[in-house]
């Protein structure tokens, strides 16, 4: 049974301290790609129940994307995005139309209304012109944009997403048994045709003295997982209720962090956290965050059971003042909102 939200908390902007000290926990997630309910699944599940009502933020191991296979993602990315500007906007995201896939320059994303210090490749599901939704025009459904300078690239990425993929629907098992409901659930309701998107970031190494710049500001995921594999620079912040706190890369595991729908399927039990990305490593950052999310056109009302939330006080407790439990429609109405501030000149283009 889901039970009763968390009472909010006071979040503070004190001074970014270290997690080195094992405040976010380190989840084997390897038992959960059994078909059958075990006692590790279960402890399993346990361990995430007490994430997401923590910090909402954790690292996975055992989730079965290989050293080698992030070492050839570094590689091609890092070959991308060292690429002349003319180069990469062969395939920048106005030439990807309403799939809304492509390369987008430094400052060319917004957080809360502010550039980002980043540049980016927007990725996700390869869908081909005869796929139903393709036809029909769907925004964020489509094909990918590849750079002919690397070619490798969409192998590369292809191989990554499912790979990911898959560990994210092991993960939302784990989270269905959290939550007291059949491991199934969330397959059989709201991610048999998940909204897969997927980014790779750079962050260019900053100097040390001037104007004080964020890779990305503050903000909240919008689905249901994040799964983060990033490079040895660091630069993940967290807000956790005692502040900001650094979530450093750890050796074979990916980071994890729940986002707005869960948040609103639990009715504030597990709660989406605010994170920003600040590189001050002196080198460049990459990153690749890939979005496990709903089905584009799946409704997403409360899960049976779930305590209503009070909606003043949530919107109280974001730094943007919008509660997810006051929306009202499709995942991809709730999706399509969020991005269309994150690109206003492109979505005016393609919408």
Do not use: T
């Given at each position: 049974m889901v039970r009763a939200p968390l009472s909010s908390g006071s979040l503070s902007d004190g001074d970014v301290s270290s997690l080195s000290g094992g405040r976010l926990p380190v989840i084997d997630m390897s038992s959960l790609f059994a078909r059958e309910r075990t006692e590790a699944r279960e402890r399993v599940a346990r361990e995430i129940e007490r994430a997401c009502r923590d910090t909402g933020f954790f690292y996975v191991?055992?989730?079965?994307v290989s050293e080698s296979l992030l070492d050839r993602l570094e590689r091609v990315s890092r070959r991308f995005f060292?690429?002349?500007r003319e180069e990469k906007e062969a395939i920048a995201m106005p030439k990807g139309g309403a799939a809304w896939r492509?390369?987008?320059p430094l400052g060319g994303e917004l957080t809360s209304g502010k550039p980002d210090r980043k540049e980016g490749l927007y990725l996700g599901t390869e869908l081909g012109p005869e796929h139903p939704r393709v036809r029909e025009g769907w925004p964020l459904h489509g094909a990918n944009l590849w750079p002919a300078e690397v070619p490798e690239l969409r192998d590369v990425v292809l191989?990554?997403?499912?790979?990911?993929t898959r560990a994210g629907h092991a993960l939302m098992e784990g989270v269905a048994l959290s939550l007291g409901l059949e491991a199934d659930y969330f397959a059989k309701t709201y991610t048999a045709d998940p909204t897969v998107l997927f980014r790779v970031f750079h962050y260019p190494a900053e100097p040390e003295e001037g104007e004080e710049r964020w890779g990305v500001g503050e903000h909240t995921d919008y689905g249901l997982l994040t799964l983060l594999?990033?490079?040895?620079?660091?630069?993940?912040q967290v807000k956790s209720q005692g502040g900001w706190v650094e979530a450093p890369p750890t050796p074979g595991t990916l980071v994890c962090n729940i986002g707005d729908m869960l948040d609103r399927l639990t009715g504030g039990w597990y709660r989406s956290t605010p994170h920003r990305v600040k590189n001050?490593?002196?080198r460049d950052r990459l990153s690749y965050p890939l979005f496990f999310d709903p089905d584009f056109a799946a409704e997403v009302p409360p899960l049976p059971r779930v305590r209503s939330t009070d909606v003043d006080e949530d919107r109280a407790r974001r730094w943007d003042g919008a509660s997810v439990h006051a929306f009202e429609g499709t995942y991809g109405d709730y999706l399509l909102g969020k991005v269309s501030k994150v690109f206003p000149q492109l979505v005016r283009k393609v919408l």
């Open positions: 191991s055992g989730h079965g060292a690429l002349s492509g390369w987008f191989e990554y997403l499912s790979v990911v594999a990033q490079d040895a620079n660091g630069g993940l001050v490593s002196g």
